[in-house]
C-alpha cells in the first residue's frame, strides 16, 4: 500500500517533465500492478470483517457498538465489490460493469470510513469531557507535572477548546493515530465521488501517511485503539 501511494505521488510530481515520461509511464504501471495485488491480497478480508462486525455487537456502549458494527459491516461490502473489480481485472468475469462496481465500492469504504471517524469523535468527545471534570475536582489540590499541563489549560472559547484537544490526542497516542488515518484514508473517496477534488499528489501523500500509521501500529499493537 506504502508503494502504491507513494508511485502515485512521485507520478504526480514529476510527470510535467519532458524528460521523465518512461520513467512516469513505469511509476504508473507499478500502482497499477501494487493496487492489483492489494485487490488479491485483500480476498480474505472480508471473513475478516465480518468477524469484526460481530466482535463489535459485544461492546457494552452503544455508539462505538453501532458505529464499528456499521463500519465493518460496509467494509465486508468494500471487500465483495473489490474482489468483483479483481475478477475483473484478471479477465475472470470479463462482462462486468467496472464503473457501478467501483462507485459502490467507494461507497461502502467511504461510509465505513464515516462510522470510524464517528467513533472516533465519540472517543475524543469522552475523554474531552474526563479532562474538564479532572481539571474541576484538582482546581485546589496539590497537582503532578501531568496535571499541571492540563490545568493550564482554560476551557473557554475555541482557542481553549482546541488546546485541551491537543492536550488530549496528546495523552492518547491510538487515538491520535487513528483520527490521522481515518482522515488521511478520506481523501481518495471524496475524490473519487465528487465531493471534494484534488489531485493525484494529495491523495498519494496521505495515502503514504494513512500506510506509515497503519504500519506503526502493526509494528506496536499498544498503538492501535482498541475496540
Request: proline fraction near 4%.
Amino acid at each position: 500500500r506504502a508503494t502504491q501511494y507513494t508511485c502515485m505521488l512521485l507520478s504526480y510530481l514529476i510527470e510535467r517533465k519532458a524528460d521523465k515520461e518512461k520513467l512516469v509511464m513505469k511509476l504508473k504501471q507499478l500502482e497499477a500492478s501494487m493496487s492489483s495485488g492489494r485487490k488479491m491480497f485483500r480476498l480474505g478480508n472480508m471473513v475478516h470483517a465480518l468477524v469484526a462486525a460481530r466482535r463489535a455487537r459485544q461492546l457494552p456502549d452503544v455508539v462505538p457498538r453501532f458505529c464499528l458494527t456499521a463500519s465493518n459491516l460496509t467494509r465486508a461490502l468494500y471487500f465483495i465489490c473489490d474482489a468483483v473489480l479483481w475478477l475483473n481485472n484478471v479477465g475472470l468475469q470479463p462482462d462486468v460493469d467496472k464503473s457501478k462496481w467501483r462507485n459502490w465500492a467507494t461507497k461502502c469504504y467511504y461510509f465505513s470510513l464515516l462510522m470510524n471517524l464517528a467513533r472516533d469523535w465519540y472517543e475524543i468527545s469522552w475523554r474531552l469531557e474526563q479532562a474538564v471534570q479532572e481539571k474541576k475536582t484538582k482546581e485546589n489540590s496539590f497537582w503532578d507535572k501531568h496535571n499541571q499541563e492540563l490545568n493550564c489549560v482554560k476551557c473557554d472559547g475555541l482557542h481553549g477548546f482546541l488546546l485541551l484537544l491537543l492536550q488530549v490526542l496528546k495523552r492518547h497516542p491510538p487515538l491520535l493515530l487513528d483520527l490521522v488515518k481515518n482522515l488521511c484514508d478520506l481523501s481518495g473517496p471524496l475524490d473519487t465521488l465528487g465531493i471534494y477534488k484534488t489531485n493525484p499528489g494529495v491523495i498519494g501523500f496521505c495515502g503514504i501517511l494513512s500506510s506509515l500509521v497503519g504500519i506503526l501500529t502493526l509494528a506496536s499493537p499498544h498503538l492501535k485503539l482498541k475496540q
